[in-house]
């Protein structure tokens, strides 16, 4: 039975995980999070993702976990409305689609449940260096025993520790698009049912939505800039950072900024891509942000880890050995990246026109592996 360690917890790893265990696999994956990491944005899945999804027979779980949105408004310093509608939304876009907007740590939470039976999971750990010779990689943890396994598959995120180790810096292969971003959960203190509301001011805007049936809401500050020099894992010194970039703005900006000291799910980064050449090297694998994140911008990057997570885990179970999957999983992904990651680039800062973005999603056509469920059964 061929060993995969994976890297990352979130979304795509799961995904992964979800799929190579149908096919024999014995499958680890490796967190730095004590558990299941919470909060996250709404993120979308949307175009052959869904259909991704189905084949996951998830379909209608991830459907009974959506944000529900009605509609959204634009408000000034002062909160007077400034448009409203309930076509569409900042961040799913038409109201009315087969889309499915959902918390990511709703999402990530389904495919745990999904594989924590027949998956090894390690939280709490890291990789800390990888060597890999023709039959496999050595990987030594911060805390876990070192260990041999045939394959090792990075979904570590934009941030990727992985492609570090097996690739090289970060610098030869990340692309800031001069924004950054902020995103934590508060109390839905304005109220809202099931609507977001935002504000733009000069070089940056805010937002606040309402979640799980308006109990909640999640917040997000974003400020324009060329790329800053922090400490991506110092969460303080980001809100301080953050803190400073927002003073004397108007309208609920110093609520959101109060909020955010204490919100135990504060995140936040560059929106930036990450461009390689190569998305395999030997034995090692990138997938998802790790491999080709596209940034929020795109509103596709989900939607990327779960085809990724499919393509990968199927032309790893079809293939006869891994150097002729990882080269169809590079082949097959490549050009459906390129053309999502043109989503963020092409319209200089503006949402993509509709047609564009369902284009964009639509680009692949998935193939049909086969894929053994975990009674042994083979279905397609």
């Known amino acids: 039975m061929p060993s995969v360690l994976i890297s990352g917890a979130s979304v795509a790893g799961p995904a992964l995980a979800f799929w190579l265990t149908r096919s024999g696999f014995e499958v680890t994956v490796v967190e730095r999070a004590p558990g299941p990491r919470p909060g996250g944005q709404a993120v979308d899945i949307r175009g052959v993702a869904l259909d991704v999804a189905d084949r996951m027979g998830l379909l209608a779980d991830f459907q009974a976990l959506e944000v529900g ?6 408000v000034d310093a002062d909160g007077t409305v400034l448009m409203s509608t309930t076509e569409t939304t900042f961040t799913g876009g038409p109201t009315d689609s087969r889309d499915i907007e959902i918390l990511r740590d709703d999402l990530s939470d389904v495919l745990y449940r999904e594989t924590v039976e027949g998956v090894e999971y390690l939280f709490g750990d890291s990789i800390t260096a990888l060597t890999q010779d023709a039959d496999g990689v050595d990987v ?22 992985v492609r570090s180790l097996a690739f090289g810096d970060e610098a030869q292969f990340i692309r800031h698009l001069g924004v950054y971003l902020a995103v934590f959960s508060l109390p839905n203190h304005l109220g809202l049912d099931r609507w977001q509301t935002f504000h733009q001011f000069e070089n940056g805007m805010a937002g606040i939505y309402s979640v799980r049936e ?28 953050l803190a400073d970039r927002l003073t004397g703005t108007g309208w609920e900006i110093p609520a959101l900024v109060k909020a955010m000291w204490t919100a135990p799910d504060f995140y936040f980064d560059s929106m930036s891509q990450i461009k390689m050449d190569a998305y395999t090297t030997g034995r090692v694998a990138l997938l998802g942000d790790a491999a080709y994140c596209g940034s929020p911008l795109t509103g596709q990057g989900t939607s990327l880890a779960l085809v990724g997570a499919y393509v990968l885990a199927g032309e790893l179970a079809t293939a006869d050995d891994h150097t002729t999957a990882f080269a169809a999983y590079d082949a097959k992904m490549r050009p459906f990246v390129e053309l999502n990651h043109r989503l963020a680039t092409d319209w200089q800062g503006e949402r993509p026109p509709q047609e564009a973005i369902d284009t964009a ?7 049909d592996y086969a894929v053994r469920t975990p009674q042994g059964a083979t279905t397609r």
Do not use: C, I, K, W
């Open 361 to 367: 999603a639509r680009a692949l056509t998935l193939d």
């Open 214 to 241: 308006n109990t909640e809401a999640r917040g997000m500050l974003g400020f324009m800039s060329p790329p800053l020099d922090y400490d991506y894992r110092d969460a303080d010194a980001q809100r301080h950072l």
């Open 140 to 161: 030594t943890f911060a805390t876990a025993a070192p260990r041999r396994f045939d394959l090792v598959v990075g979904a570590d995120g934009l941030h990727s520790r």
């Open 69 to 74: 949105m009605r509609g959204m408004s634009m």
